[in-house]
Nanobody
């Protein structure tokens, strides 16, 4: 069983930066595709970014492309989301997720159902 714990959320002004961290335990982190999602009240959880098991392949939602960067440190069992040029519309609870399916045939995983393990979420608030 994989446990995920996010940290790094907070309040930031528009144009600022935050780095979210997701620490994994209880599984073989180095083999797990990872993703970041976000959710605002009354809306479905939406895809933000994902990376394959090695970190060599990444994919982003159009809304964050060029501003956010996902990375992973297998030695630290941690995945990161560097968020730059933040906008008020980035305000949400951010969740990291891990997929138990490491098939290389699946190049990207952007759907909620493609992930098996979830963290508790961390709040990001961007003020205008």
């Amino acid at each position: 069983q994989v446990q995920l714990v996010e940290s790094g959320g907070g309040l930031v002004q528009a144009g600022g930066s935050l780095r979210l961290s997701c620490a994994a335990s209880g599984g073989t982190f180095s083999r797990l595709p990872m993703g970041w999602f976000r959710q605002t009240p009354g809306k479905e959880r939406e895809f933000v970014a994902c990376t394959n098991w090695s970190g060599g392949r990444t994919y982003y939602a159009d809304s964050v492309k060029g501003r956010f960067t996902i990375s992973r440190d297998s030695a630290m069992n941690t995945v990161y989301l560097q968020m730059n040029s933040l906008k008020p519309e980035d305000t949400a609870v951010y969740y990291c997720a891990a997929s138990a399916d490491a098939s290389p045939l699946v190049l990207v995983r952007t759907r909620v159902y493609e992930y098996d393990y979830w963290g508790q979420g961390t709040q990001v608030t961007v003020s205008s």
